[in-house]
């Protein structure tokens, strides 16, 4: 928990204005999710931390995307959730609302059972909505998955495949108080019907003040080859800033 404080310090020291959007001379955004859960009963004590930082720059023509996230879960003892991911995506448009996207992601889950996973490829997008106070955004392409997983503790699972991958995102902000966001993915395997993934993230935040929210998370994500899957129900603070 000491960590949590300071990393909370740390970042509302660095946060002294915000900006509402991208605009014209607003290019870049930096965002820090931290949030958890602790249930202490005399069985014992279960915990799960869930920690999100984003950086995202956009230009006229072309946005990147840098996102991190981790989670960390004990329950009596014993290990639940050491879930890392990271992933690198970057949009080309040709018009305000139609753009090309290409991902490069990396994943290691324990609950998933997942050892090692890179997944890379591009897309098209459409934004059905984008405005200041609403996002509706519908994307489908090809990924190429190199994964190396648990089918059992003691049966490892390397292999290769091309994945279709569609995704709904959107995002509301209700009179600059309640923001609601979701993104989720469904990533089908071309060569096996019954080996696709399932993620998707959601929040309701809070607003505070420009930069600061009360947020609660849920994420719901599924490895069907692995036969393994988590839902994770958080809630905790979002510090952002448009700069």
Known sequence: MNKLIYTFILFTGFITRAVAQFNDSTHYHASYLSSGSINK????TAYLLNNGL???VKKKS???????????GRQRGSLTNNDFSTALDFNLYQTPKFYYWGLANYNTSYSLKINNQLLTGFGLAYSILDSKNAYLNLSNGVLYDKSDLFLTPGTRDIYHTFRNSFRLAFR???KELVVLESSSFVQNSFDYGSDYII???????FKINPWLALTTALSYNRQN?????NLLLTYGLTL???F
């Open 172 to 174: 509301f902000n209700i």
């Open 240 to 242: 952002e800033k448009y």
């Open 62 to 72: 072309i946005s990147l995307n840098f996102t991190n996230s981790w989670v960390y």
């Open 54 to 56: 984003k950086f995202n």
């Open 199 to 205: 993620r998707s993230n959601s929040s309701l935040s």
């Open 41 to 44: 009963t005399k069985d014992g």
């Open 225 to 229: 080859r692995t036969n393994s899957e």
